[in-house]
């Protein structure tokens, strides 16, 4: 099995930054894309932003320019650095991987990090 963790998530004041870290963990598994979404209280998940195994990145109109994904060398873990945060923001945020088991493809949530845009 394939375990994803976010953190980074709090409050902080419009204008302000956060960057979020998703990390996954256990053994005999690859990952391949990797992305970031978010859900808002009463809305529905939206992706935010995606990043390939060869670092092309993706992101949604609503966050180009402020926010940015990245992942590590040894592509196990994800990064959405935030700038110029607003209320609008305010949301759970989530991690989601493309993971090979062998053969086997999944498609692998975190439990979410909470970020909170408000003054």
């Known amino acids: 099995q394939v375990q994803l963790a976010e953190s980074g998530g709090n409050l902080v004041q419009p204008g302000g930054s956060l960057r979020l870290s998703c990390a996954a963990s256990?053994?005999?598994?690859?990952?391949?894309?990797m992305a970031w979404y978010r859900q808002a209280p009463g809305k529905q998940r939206e992706l935010v932003a995606t990043?390939?195994?060869?670092?092309?990145?993706n992101y949604a109109d609503f966050v180009k320019g402020r926010f940015a994904i990245s992942r590590d060398n040894a592509k196990t873990t994800a990064y959405l650095q935030m700038n110029s945060l607003e209320p609008e923001d305010t949301a759970v945020y989530y991690c989601?991987?493309?993971?090979?088991?062998?053969?086997?493809?999944?498609?692998?949530w975190g439990q979410g990090t909470q970020v909170t845009v408000s003054s």
């Open positions: 989601n991987a493309e993971i090979y088991v062998g053969l086997r493809r999944y498609d692998a």
């Open positions: 256990g053994s005999g598994f690859s990952i391949y894309d």
């Open positions: 990043i390939t195994r060869r670092g092309t990145t």
